[in-house]
């Protein structure tokens, strides 16, 4: 890992939950994780971004891991574009459009055998299970029961796949922010996109009523393409909703919580 002095000053180009994004030379930007972030975290996103590369997907390719400032980060390929998200709220009328696209996009990714260097799902989504400190106690051997029953698959799987982390580049779409990448069942991958793009309605992190409704549109065109393109599944997609939202609450999104619990009393 290379460690530079970097000028911070002129502020960055985005700022997200865990990183701020920066110019990087040409045709580069840095990814500079939060202060206090650990390094293997960031060593860990550069291996799996490239395990992902090598699918062939659209994908930014991912290259040093340095330490700026005492903070670390991952330098990428620069996409100039707009997230997907953006674009429907700014033109709601494209929301089939848009909606069918993420379902390609989604079903082009299931269509990879995952690498075996990439995570198990399975794994993952215990960890999570058990990490969630909110989840009653007896729904937890429950919903562990219930995932003890449902199949695991071989495919990989984004983890955080909505359409915030679709970008729209004059080059075309590319997916991006593959920390959460697995091994595993599409269908689980699916429902754990329906859960995100749900709770940011059932929660009101989306308020308005008009984007709410746009939201709640775009969801349900995606799962029907989605379906169209990958037959089958859609009674299995059901069973896996109450465990991706129990996982979920692993997360400590507070205004979530409520609805993520009475989502996981499904099981």
Same mark, same amino acid.
């Given at each position: ?14 700022? /997200? %939950? !865990?990183?701020? $994004? =920066?110019?990087?030379?040409? &045709? ?5 994780? +939060? ?34 400032? /005492? %903070? !670390?980060?991952? $330098? =990428?390929?620069?996409?100039? &574009? ?5 674009? +429907? ?179």
């Amino acid at each position: 890992m290379n460690t530079q002095i970097f000028d911070l000053s002129s502020g960055p180009l985005a700022v /997200g %939950r !865990t990183a701020e $994004v =920066y110019p990087w030379g040409e &045709g580069k930007i840095l990814k500079l994780y +939060l202060p206090g972030w650990d390094p293997r975290t960031v060593r860990y996103e550069a291996r799996m971004a490239r395990a992902v590369q090598a699918s062939g997907l659209p994908v930014p390719a991912a290259y040093d891991v340095v330490e700026i400032n /005492g %903070r !670390t980060g991952l $330098v =990428y390929d620069r996409l100039d &574009g707009e997230d997907m998200i953006a674009v +429907l709220y700014r033109q709601p009328e494209r929301v089939e459009l848009l909606a069918r696209s993420q379902a390609e996009l989604h079903a082009q990714i299931h269509d990879r055998v995952a690498s075996l260097e990439i995570p198990p799902q399975r794994q993952r989504l215990i960890e999570k299970i058990h990490q969630a400190e909110v989840l009653p106690a007896e729904l937890r051997p429950r919903i562990l029961k219930a995932l003890a029953e449902l199949p695991d698959g071989d495919r990989l799987c984004h983890g955080d796949f909505h359409a915030g982390n679709i970008l729209i580049t004059p080059g075309g779409e590319t997916v991006i922010d593959w920390i959460d990448v697995t091994r595993g069942n599409p269908l689980a991958d699916v429902a754990r996109s329906v859960i995100i793009m749900r709770g940011a309605v059932e929660a009101g992190l989306v308020s308005d009523p008009q984007a709410q409704a746009v939201v709640l549109s775009f969801c349900d065109i995606y799962l029907r393409e989605y379906f169209r393109l990958r037959p089958g599944g859609e009674e299995e997609y059901q069973r896996w909703l109450p465990l991706v939202a129990a996982g979920r609450l692993s997360e400590n999104i507070t205004v979530l919580q409520g609805w993520l619990i009475e989502m996981a009393k499904a099981a």
